[in-house]
Nanobody
Framework: QVQLVESGGGLVQAGGSLRLSCAASGSFFSFNAMGWYRQVPGKQRESVAIIFSGGTTTYADSVKGRFTISRNNAKTTVYLQMNSLKPEDTAVYYC?????????????WGEGTLVTVSS
């Protein structure tokens, strides 16, 4: 089992910055991917940023150039630096980690942290 603990959400004015953290603990060796997703009421959860085991990153078009995903050297904590925040970035942000192996895989989700951007 893997447990994920998120932190760093809160209220910020438009143009401001926040840094989200997600620490993984439990029984695991490594993750194939670590990422951040977000969801607003009435909409599907969407991918914001993902970092893969080799270091490759992907971003949603809406956050490119403003958000940066990174991780610690042990690859147990993933961060999301969010700059130039906009009101439309308001959402609950969820951490996700994914493991893959021949014939299967699994993934785990954090409980979510609320980010509110005021105009």
């Amino acid at each position: 089992q893997v447990q994920l603990v998120e932190s760093g959400g809160g209220l910020v004015q438009a143009g401001g910055s926040l840094r989200l953290s997600c620490a993984a603990s439990g029984s695991f060796f490594s993750f194939n991917a670590m990422g951040w997703y977000r969801q607003v009421p009435g909409k599907q959860r969407e991918s914001v940023a993902i970092i893969f085991s080799g270091g490759t990153t992907t971003y949603a078009d809406s956050v490119k150039g403003r958000f940066t995903i990174s991780r610690n050297n042990a690859k147990t904590t993933v961060y999301l630096q969010m700059n130039s925040l906009k009101p439309e970035d308001t959402a609950v942000y969820y951490c996700n980690v994914r493991r893959s192996w021949v014939g299967g895989g699994d993934d785990y989700w954090g409980e979510g942290t609320l980010v509110t951007v005021s105009s």
